[in-house]
Every structure is written in structure tokens, then in C-alpha cells.
């Protein structure tokens, strides 16, 4: 998985952030300037969502973004090396993570907390081997239920990472449940040591809740304009109480003709921390 030193990673989240699922309107332009940034022979790029595999696939076909080098799925709880069509799981990344639920798996996770307000579990196809996911109101008591949560899991000495969304345009919360290793911004250093690259040549892209941990680290990184005020205001005091804010760009808009929405704001974000990618594709029309 080695690469060479001016290698570029793209680390994206998907729903709302490369695929325009949400209630904004993409430029026409962005996703096209995107599949030629992708495939320059210096860009490698990263999917980074909460999609397993086979949703992964389904939204390739169905938005026609490129095929990845790399899929970080299921939350930064599975990585992925795509070659020639082949989804190679890197088991190593798996088994470094597991540990930190004490060997134990969703359902006797699930067995500790179903009682508590508000939670309900997520269809199969959505769980994990280190993802227990649930639906929660969308104005759900977090603080306290969390904190509940994690009362719980210590007492039986499970260390988790609890990451809560809102999804707006179901109207309502999302809770994963991971171990305390995992996240999305673990995931993405993983990949960069394993890959040989440089943070440096490295940008993440996001727009929600289980964004934040990758978007307000010490990577590169762009909150694409079609975020919402609140996960804006919450990725700006995050960046800045880890004194991280040049690692944060959010993206305005107005940038070679297009709205700062998806891959539009991706490309924005990009073009700020490396704005030599700009010539692999400002050549196509907006
Ligand atoms: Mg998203």
C-alpha cells in the first residue's frame, strides 16, 4: 500500500458531503471536477461514512463517483483497500479496535443498555462487528442518556466511543456505539501510516455529527457549506479548544462558479490546503 511522496489522500464522508442527498442544490459542475480530481495519477482518494461495503456499492452506481482506493466504512470501524475491484479488508485495523470491548460483540452491548430511553436498534444490515447502532428522537436528552451509557459500559470494563448525528433529512438521531479505539479520525491515521503518506498531503471532508473527531484533528480539514449551523458552530469550538482552528476550513461558496455545497465545498477545501490540485481540474466547464 505504499506511495509516492507527492501523493495526495482525499478522506470523504459520503452521504451529504460527496453525494448530494440533502435538501441544498449541488452545482452541476462538482461532482464531474471531482471524478477528474480523483483520477489523477497523484490523488489517491478515501471513503470515510457510516455505509458498510454493499451500500458503498450501491451508491457508486447510483451517483457515478468514482470507485475509491480506500473505503473506511461502518463508522472507521472497517478499512478496505480497493484493488482492481477487490475490497481487501485490512483485518489488522480490526483486530486493534476490537480489544477495547473486552472481547465481547454488539448483541451483549445491546443486552447492557436496551432498556435506556429512546433507543432503538438499528436494522441488521446496519450493525457491525464493532458497531452497535440505534435511532433515537431527533431532540433526544443526549447528555444525560449518554453519560448513562457510559456508566454502564464501564461498570462491566467496556471502553466505547459513543458518536451521536442528526440526521435532518430523516428527522431524527443516530447513535453508534463503537469501541474506544475506533473513529472515523483513528481510521484515517491508520490509513495514513499504513499508506506511507504525509498529513501534510492529506485532506477530510464531512458535513455531520460523526464527522467532528475527523474534521477538528490535526488533519487537513473542510466542513462542506451545506453543514448545519449547529455542526458548524460545533466543529469551529472544537478545532479551537484543540488549538487546531488552521486545520479547519469551512467552505463559503462562490469558489470557480460553484455554491460550497458537497463536492463543491470538497473541492473548495481541497483547493485551500493544496492549491496546486486546482489545475487537475479547473479545466472542465462549470
Ligand atoms: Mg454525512
Redesign the pocket.
Known sequence: MSAAEDTILICT?????L?PNGSQPESASARPRFGVLAAHPDVRIAYV??RHQALVDEAIAEYGIPVPDYLIGDVGTSIYHVQDGDWQPQRGWQEEISASWGGRDGAALHALIEDIDGLLLQEPAKQGPCKLSYYTPQDWERDARLAEIEARFEANDIAANLVW?LDEHAGSGLLDVLPAAASKLTAVQWLIERVGLSADHTVCS???G??LAMLTGPINAVLVANATADVRADAASLADAAGLSDRLYQAKGGFHGMNGYYASGILEGIAHYLPQTLEFWSHIDG
Open positions: 464522508d459520503l452521504d451529504r458531503t453525494l461514512t457510516g448525528s464531512g458535513d455531520s460523526n464527522d
